[in-house]
């Protein structure tokens, strides 16, 4: 429901930026694009470290619901934003308070037995995914009929609403009393050999996904708008919906790859499959052939999201849960915040085409840092 809150209305950032805050089409248009873009992510990435030292200290789910508390704020007052600067402030705040993925992560790996933390992280991302299937649809179709700041508004409300179930519904174990000093979760992590190079790796590998999803979602709506005049925002809706459905369906299905597969291999594999997937919205003559390349990016990001989030929780001690997924949503972040500045940048000065082509060549980076970089987590 909060995934849903923020897809409602984040896809169409250039849509709102064009037709609502009269920012000129051309270069103007994707250099704003990139940096409302970004900016969430540059907030996230400071402040999500904070907040997860701060979730293995008070505990997981209030941290949960200050980050959708803060995303409901944030982006119900962008409704009020009158040009590109408020935007871009607006956008810095809502990465700074919010980061629902990252607290619900670290709450779901730390409350699940170990032998189920594969399948649970991959419900968690198949919930995330089918929010961000129905909310772009739905606010590309609604953003078409009321215009764009209502739909931001209604994004807000969302979020707020999303709050009552977690508040009434979820419970949180209470901590373990410990006798002595308190150990520090870089203690925990520094006992076991190679821990933190692996977790490193895989915390680069959640960046480079997030960096080439963003990235290819935004360049999506500008290849769209080189190719049409009309109904592009529904038209985005469509696709970044299909996106969702597909990423939801192999969030779940993925665990019985990985099985068989192991998770590096998995993982490596759905970053050279997406590499080929971003490369087909490039190439494509046709607006149609643009939606089928970003939903199947979805379906192989879909697998190589929980696949490397689940390697983490099964990496990383109970007690430095929050800890470790919040300096990784500072990873995810930062590929938030540079995705669509190194998109929007090359798409200024080479064309939307030649961006695509160059996150494709992230992604197979991405495919080759998991196979050569990340170890197999034991059974």
């Not at 909310?135 to 739909?151: D, E, S």
């Not at 960046?207 to 769209?224: D, E, F, I, T, W």
């Not at 985005?236 to 590096?264: C, E, K, P, Q």
Request: aromatic share 8%; glycine share 14%.
């Amino acid at each position: 429901m909060a995934i849903f809150g923020f897809s409602f209305a984040f896809p169409f950032l250039s849509i709102f930026l064009h037709h609502d805050l009269g920012v000129a089409s051309g270069p103007q248009l994707d250099l704003w694009t990139a940096a409302t873009a970004s900016a969430s992510g540059l907030a996230m990435a400071i402040a999500s470290p904070i907040w997860g030292i701060l979730g293995d200290r008070f505990g997981r789910k209030p941290m949960l619901l200050r980050s959708m508390l803060g995303g409901a704020i944030t982006v119900g007052l962008i409704f009020f934003a009158q040009n590109p600067v408020e935007l871009v402030i607006l956008r810095f705040l809502q990465g700074a308070t919010s980061g629902t993925v990252a607290a619900a992560t670290a709450l779901v790996a730390a409350e699940t037995p170990r032998s189920r933390v594969g399948w649970s992280l991959g419900v968690v991302n198949s919930g995330i995914a089918l929010g961000g299937a129905i909310g772009p649809v739905v606010g590309g179709l609604a953003g078409a009929v009321f215009g764009l700041r209502l739909v931001f508004l209604g994004g807000g409300v969302l979020l707020l609403l999303s709050l009552i179930p977690v508040l009434v519904i979820v419970r949180e174990s209470p901590p373990v009393r410990r006798t002595g000093p308190r150990v520090s979760s870089l203690s925990l992590l520094r006992a076991q050999p190679g821990l933190i190079k692996a977790l490193v790796v895989l915390m680069a590998a959640q960046g480079l996904v997030s960096l080439c999803n963003s990235a290819s979602q935004q360049l999506l709506v500008l290849r769209l708008l080189g190719m049409l005049t009309t109904g592009v925002s529904a038209l985005a809706g469509i696709g970044f919906s299909l996106a969702g459905i597909f990423s939801s369906a192999s969030a779940v299905g993925y665990t019985t790859v990985s099985r068989r597969l192991g998770y590096v291999t998995t993982a490596a594999a759905s970053g050279f499959a997406g590499a080929v997937s971003i490369a087909v919205i490039g190439i494509a003559p046709w607006p149609a052939l643009a939606l089928i390349g970003i939903g199947l990016t979805g379906l192989f990001f879909g697998v190589l999201i929980p696949a490397t989030a689940s390697m983490i929780g099964l990496e990383t001690p109970h007690d430095a849960q929050s800890t470790v997924f919040g300096f990784n949503a500072s990873a995810i972040a930062m590929g938030f915040f540079l995705g669509p500045l190194i998109g929007g940048a090359v798409a200024a000065t080479s064309g939307v085409q030649v961006a695509l082509y160059v996150i494709a060549g992230l992604s197979v980076g991405l495919g080759t840092l998991v196979l050569t970089g990340a170890r197999e987590p034991a059974r």
